[in-house]
Nanobody, 118 residues
Framework: QVQLQESGPGLVKPSQTLSLTCTVSGGSITTGSNLWSWIRQPPGKGLEWMGAIAYMGFTYYSPSLKSRTSISRDTSKNQFTLQLNSVTPEDTAVYYC??????????WGQGTQVTVSS
């Protein structure tokens, strides 16, 4: 059973960098044809795909967030990380990490609330 767990600060000040880590257990982030993804849901809005890192290490980003987003991984810890720069209150959301396999998201983290406020 694959499990994903997000971790990181729940409160970030405007203009700072949001950094979240997803720890994966029960499966390796370097095997299989998987995309390890970050998705967020602002209050009262739908899910927004932010980007992903493939099992080979290639990264993909939403065009609307590409200039502010970086996704990396630590294979020794089986973790992948999201960094979102220059945050504003509009980046307040529940952030999820998830695995995409064969076109569908089959495993999700529980989500972590991040609030951007001074």
């Amino acid at each position: 059973q694959v499990q994903l767990q997000e971790s990181g600060p729940g409160l970030v000040k405007p203009s700072q960098t949001l950094s979240l880590t997803c720890t994966v257990s029960g499966g390796s982030i370097t095997t299989g044809s998987n995309l390890w993804s970050w998705i967020r849901q602002p209050p009262g809005k739908g899910l927004e795909w932010m980007g992903a890192i493939a099992y080979m290490g290639f990264t993909y980003y939403s065009p609307s967030l590409k200039s502010r987003t970086s996704i990396s991984r630590d294979t020794s810890k089986n973790q992948f990380t999201l960094q979102l720069n220059s945050v504003t209150p509009e980046d307040t959301a529940v952030y999820y990490c998830a695995r995409k396999t064969e076109g569908r998201y089959d495993y999700w983290g529980q989500g972590t609330q991040v609030t951007v406020s001074s």
